[in-house]
């Protein structure tokens, strides 16, 4: 890419600068900074939306009784208990939180940010004052939705879906007031936020690469960033789109999703024609795409976590981009296995089950793919390494289970139980999440400079593991049961008494599963500050960022290296080490020990 | 507030209430099979299903070979592999290919089943609203439980009057959205006889987990008329106050003291009630006739305003039945003798009695 390169002659001559404290930490147009912010708002609202699901297995498994200690200051006017407007509250808080304000911003605002200009040879993003934005935009959304906390009704009462009519009149129950305005808002913030992030994602990716780095030369990293970029610029608008609707609907009078003549807790609805399946086709063209912008990122990162910790090269690198290519392309036709119950006309049904079925086969693509990169390779045990093989088994397990619910006849029994709720944890907390503790502990020591404690790590993963699939895993089983979803009460009129040891099972399971994580944060913060170092290149791995000190300094490159092979020349016969940076280009490499003299002596 | 044990105890005790319905959940595998879907669902959840376990444990297996096989140990070195074999990947990707083209049929074949009805159907008009089902015969009768005949194809034609709901009965493995704004329509042809559950499963407001009802499933027309379709005029008062119950109001009200969308109506005769205000109300005849035609006006503490006004939906006989019923789920309460005759001779001795004239217009 010629243009590419006279680029670069320009941005050589950047001299590294030292900002303020301001310009540094908080205001920052480095992307590494603002990796970092996001990195610490996602994992504290990790925090919040883990307490929304632990207050959720509370009440299903010891219904309406009193919450130890906490009970008696959250609910006083309950008598220490979860009412059920609390309980809507929960499932739709924990559900936004985790998705829009955790895994979206982990992968796309933190790694994504992290990564992109380091593992293409960058000195930043594209538009660094952009991608401050895009940042500083989340910052309402928070504001925003911790308001919606403390309106009327606990918080908004529609569940993450917010499906009109029940989201769209002010009277249809507690939390359909200001608490669902707020919320609105809150991911329209969250909405315009992505979008600019990832245009300038894509715009670095295509332009920004360093002098050699062709499109076929990317780590898969990049490669999964990318596609989610351009799903995310593609499906995000109609969302944004329809949130503004929803807000005219709700405000402005308008009728785009209330049907007319409607009775809801003895409020009639007058003259607005609306289409409540409206909303679901526009949420889910959006939502549906979405699931994959949570999946492909961590794929592209669990292909490069296991080359480096397998010693060998990526099994099969262009099917595993075509494939990516191709889940990302089928996703967008997907949509509608979300509404096989809602009325659709049988033969659209086909049509979404074909599709949806169909996606399943890249999907095995990449699995195979993986379990073929480990064969023959010289394994090593980080915990990084556990969390990525941890990964491919419960992705497996998510995505079979998805080939169950693809078909029509057994969507229409199991619908809206919790198989459906055991599927999406098992793709989204089994895959994305372990996925991302793969990730955190693989590119921590160059986040930090020192490595994450791998004692610590290993039983981190063990107990996370156990607690995990001991957690999800007997869903399937209330699933099939036909115990539904967003019940506050599942058990009334003495329905399901039978399953309650099963679910306190299942919440004993979450509990442990909750302070398990309790040691990787302990360990985070230990070792930010008392770990061991890390070196430029800890893990002996290819990609351009371990080229770099750790943590990298401003402007990342001395020079911007050039590249002369791809990214998993590992165990490669023709060279002395096992392992071969994508660049030898030794200005960008000299050996520096990494410390704080030296690091200021650089600049 | 729902105390489990309280109200297994309660449907026991009351002898006016009917014994409670004998389920057939249970085990922690599929709910039995009750309709004639379960032969388009279960197989192909069971061929899915052991395919799944048979790919999940092959990859899985492979996977922990590897990984114990390769281990970086002392001595061992990665071993010379090819970085890519094109047969092996198209083998990979077509196979499995052929496999969901199996499922697709299955599933789709399955699908048509339970969307298209037969043409010999009987209809049924469901009515869904916050927090309760109603459903409508062709005979012009209603009920809040559902009754079907064994073996016999029904069509389900359903709206919601607010907002979106669900029908789903595990048994039958059937399941629809009921949409505000336009028709929905289901079937089923139940196999079996018994009591299933019914229940609301499209999260449709803070009582969602109270819409559930039953479906009793009889195994000919004549046991399905005796429990809903007799004549009026030859029941007595109380007998056709529990049938307009069923029909009416047992979606939101239980018939004994456990609270649903609204207060409990058993033992509540006689009672003093707090009201939303702080002040205090006796339930007593016009008490119970000002709730019925202007639920707003005085309100129970703890319950919403959502209750929908009889006013013109239901006649004074009706009116009369009802509080006949209910005064009887109230086991002090004085039943006055003509409640216990058939209804059309009981409305006449009301009429001609002085003092306690219930229902009075």
Request: aromatic share 16%; charged share 15%.
């Amino acid at each position: 890419m010629k243009s590419a390169d006279s680029q670069f002659e320009n941005r050589e001559s950047v001299v590294p600068q030292q900002p303020g404290f301001w310009r540094h930490y908080v205001f920052s147009t480095d992307h590494k900074v603002i990796g970092l912010q996001f990195l610490f708002s996602a994992l504290i609202w990790l925090l919040m939306g883990g307490a929304l699901a632990m207050a959720i297995r509370w009440q299903m498994a010891w219904p309406w009784t009193r919450i130890p200690i906490i009970g008696s200051w959250l609910f006083q006017s309950e008598g220490g208990q979860i009412s059920p407007e609390f309980y809507t509250m929960l499932f739709t808080m924990h559900g936004t939180v985790m998705i829009f304000f955790v895994i979206i911003p982990l992968l796309l605002g933190a790694f994504g940010n992290y990564l992109i200009p380091l593992m293409i040879g960058a000195r930043d993003m594209a538009f660094p004052k952009l991608n401050m934005l895009s940042y500083w935009l989340m910052w309402p959304a928070f504001i925003s939705l911790l308001m919606a906390f403390f309106a009327p009704g606990y918080g908004p009462g529609a569940g993450w879906t917010a499906y009109p009519p029940l989201s769209t009149v002010w009277e249809a129950s507690p939390g359909s007031g200001w608490a669902q305005t707020l919320w609105l808002i809150s991911l329209l913030f969250v909405g315009v936020s992505s979008i600019l992030g990832s245009i300038n994602y894509i715009a670095t990716i295509l332009f920004l690469r360093a002098p050699g780095l062709d499109m076929l030369r990317l780590p898969m990293t990049i490669w999964g960033l990318l596609i989610t970029a351009i799903l995310q610029a593609l499906a995000l608008p109609v969302l944004t789109v329809a949130l503004v609707m929803q807000l005219m609907d709700r405000h402005l009078g308008t009728g785009f999703f209330t049907p007319d003549n409607l009775i809801i807790n003895n409020f009639e609805t007058v003259g607005t024609v609306g289409q409540p399946l409206l909303w679901q086709h526009l949420f889910w063209f959006y939502s549906h795409p979405a699931v994959y912008i949570m999946i492909l990122p961590i794929m592209g990162m669990v292909s490069d976590i296991l080359c480096c910790f397998a010693r060998k090269p990526l099994f099969g690198y262009r099917p595993m981009v075509y494939s990516m290519c191709a889940i990302a392309g089928m996703g967008f036709v997907v949509w509608g296995h979300h509404m096989f119950v809602s009325g659709m006309h049988p033969f659209m049904g086909t049509v979404f089950m074909i599709s949806t079925m169909m996606i399943a086969l890249p999907s095995s693509v990449k699995v195979f793919n993986w379990l073929a990169t480990l064969w023959g390779g010289r394994i090593h045990f980080t915990t990084s390494m556990l969390f990525s093989i941890s990964f491919i088994s419960m992705f497996i397990i998510g995505g079979l289970s998805g080939i169950v619910m693809a078909a029509n006849s057994i969507d229409e029994f199991v619908h809206d139980t919790y198989y459906i709720v055991a599927h999406f944890h098992y793709v989204l907390f089994g895959g994305t999440i372990m996925g991302v503790f793969s990730a955190l502990y693989f590119w921590f020591p160059k986040m930090f400079g020192r490595m994450l404690n791998e004692t610590a790590g290993k039983w981190h993963f063990l107990l996370t593991f156990v607690f995990l699939n001991g957690t999800f895993f007997p869903m399937h089983i209330l699933g099939w049961r036909g115990f539904p979803r967003r019940m506050a009460d599942p058990y009334f009129s003495g329905q399901f008494l039978d399953l309650l040891p099963l679910n306190r099972m299942i919440t004993w399971c979450a509990f442990a599963m909750a302070a398990a994580q309790l040691i990787f944060i302990v360990n985070f913060f230990y070792s930010m500050f008392w770990g061991q170092r890390a070196g430029k290149n800890p893990w002996h791995a290819n990609t351009l960022e371990w080229t770099v000190d750790s943590p990298p300094p401003h402007d990342n490159f001395q020079h911007i290296p050039t590249i002369t092979r791809g990214p998993y020349e590992y165990s490669n016969p023709e060279h002395d080490e096992d392992y071969w940076p994508q660049a030898d280009d030794s200005a960008g490499l000299e050996e520096s020990i990494n410390t704080p003299a030296t690091k200021a002596s650089e600049r | 507030m729902l105390n489990l044990i309280g109200l297994l105890a309660q449907t026991e005790s009351e002898s006016l209430v009917p014994a409670a319905p004998e389920y057939r959940d249970g085990s922690y595998w599929f709910p039995e099979a009750a309709s004639s879907f379960a032969k388009d669902v279960d197989p192909l959840f069971m061929l899915i299903f052991w395919v799944s376990l048979v790919f999940f444990a092959a990859i899985v297996g492979f996977m922990i070979y590897f990984v114990i096989k390769y281990r970086d140990r002392p001595g061992h070195k990665v071993e010379k592999s090819a970085s890519h074999n094109t047969a092996l990947e198209i083998a990979w990707s077509v196979l499995p290919g052929f496999l969901l083209i199996w499922f697709f049929v299955d599933g789709a074949a399955g699908f048509f089943n339970m969307r298209v009805t037969p043409g010999d159907a009987e209809q049924i008009q469901v009515i869904a609203r916050q927090f309760n089902w109603e459903f409508h015969y062709p005979n012009g009768d209603a009920t809040t439980e559902l009754h079907l005949v064994r073996n016999r194809p029904v069509e389900f034609v359903m709206e919601s009057r607010d907002v979106l709901h669900s029908f789903f009965v595990p048994a039958f493995r059937q399941k629809q959205d009921v949409v505000p704004g336009r028709y929905t329509y289901t079937w089923v042809k139940p196999t079996k006889e018994g009591i299933f559950r019914l229940y609301c499963t499209e999260y449709c407001g803070d009582s969602h987990s109270l819409m559930k009802t039953n479906v009793h499933v009889y195994n000919s027309q004549e046991e399905r008329d005796q429990a809903t379709f007799y004549p009026w005029e030859d029941e007595t008062p109380i007998k056709n106050g529990q049938r307009l119950f069923n029909m009416k109001c047992s979606g939101c009200h239980n018939n004994n003291d456990v609270k649903k969308t609204g207060p409990g109506l058993g033992g509540i005769w006689g009672k003093m009630e707090t009201l939303s205000d702080g002040s205090t109300v006796e339930v007593n005849d016009n008490y119970f006739r000002e709730s019925l035609l202007n639920p707003g006006a005085k309100l129970v503490k703890g319950y919403a305003n959502q209750m929908p006004s009889f006013q013109g939906k239901l006649n004074d006989d009706q009116i009369f039945w009802l509080r006949a019923y209910i005064k009887s789920l109230t086991p002090n309460a004085k039943i006055e003798d003509e409640l216990n005759l058939p209804a059309s001779e009981a409305r006449e001795k009301v009429d001609t009695a002085d003092g306690d004239k219930p229902a009075a217009e």
